[in-house]
């Protein structure tokens, strides 16, 4: 039974990563072509264009890279975790560490989602940080 849980499990990751490929990867190239570099405020990558200019906008990106892969990551874990639900067999012990990790998952989504957006309410609108304004 573990082999079998093992293949599917690596049979459901290899179609998540075609996907990801499938949709994001002609967007990265499609946006290097299309606007012919990054200029000279940033660093022209694989992922697209890196600001350097400015702490703004560096920060800025690593903060939506770091959200979008938290999510990425909420999201395998929330498939995953159905995917031990699904295959559990009526074992309560495993329905259980499925239910677990769902919990985990979404909680973890929650606060990501909850903090930037208490973070941003606390710095822009109550304590008005300089250069972080909308």
């Given at each position: 039974?573990?082999?079998?849980?093992?293949?599917?499990?690596?049979?459901?990751?290899?179609?998540?990563?075609?996907?990801?490929?499938?949709?994001?990867?002609?967007?990265?190239?499609s946006?290097?072509?299309?606007?012919?570099?990054?200029?000279?405020?940033?660093?022209?990558?694989?992922?697209?264009?890196?600001?350097?200019?400015?702490?703004r906008?560096?920060?800025?990106?690593?903060?939506?890279?770091?959200?979008?892969?938290?999510?990425?990551?909420?999201?395998?874990?929330?498939?995953?975790?159905?995917?031990?639900?699904?295959?559990?067999?009526?074992?309560?012990?495993?329905?259980?560490?499925?239910?677990?990790?769902?919990?985990?998952?979404?909680?973890?989504?929650?606060?990501?989602?909850?903090?930037?957006?208490?973070?941003?309410?606390?710095?822009?609108d109550?304590?008005?940080?300089?250069?972080?304004?909308?």
């Amino acid at each position: 039974m573990k082999s079998r849980t093992n293949r599917i499990f690596s049979v459901l990751m290899t179609f998540i990563i075609f996907l990801v490929n499938l949709f994001v990867y002609p967007s990265f190239i499609s946006a290097q072509v299309g606007t012919g570099g990054c200029g000279g405020e940033g660093v022209n990558t694989a992922i697209g264009c890196i600001p350097v200019g400015g702490t703004r906008g560096f920060v800025g990106f690593i903060l939506n890279w770091g959200i979008g892969i938290a999510g990425g990551i909420a999201f395998i874990l929330i498939i995953y975790s159905g995917f031990i639900i699904i295959t559990s067999s009526g074992n309560p012990q495993k329905m259980q560490a499925g239910k677990e990790l769902l919990n985990a998952a979404i909680g973890g989504l929650l606060l990501v989602i909850f903090g930037v957006f208490l973070l941003e309410f606390i710095g822009v609108d109550i304590l008005n940080i300089p250069g972080y304004g909308r």
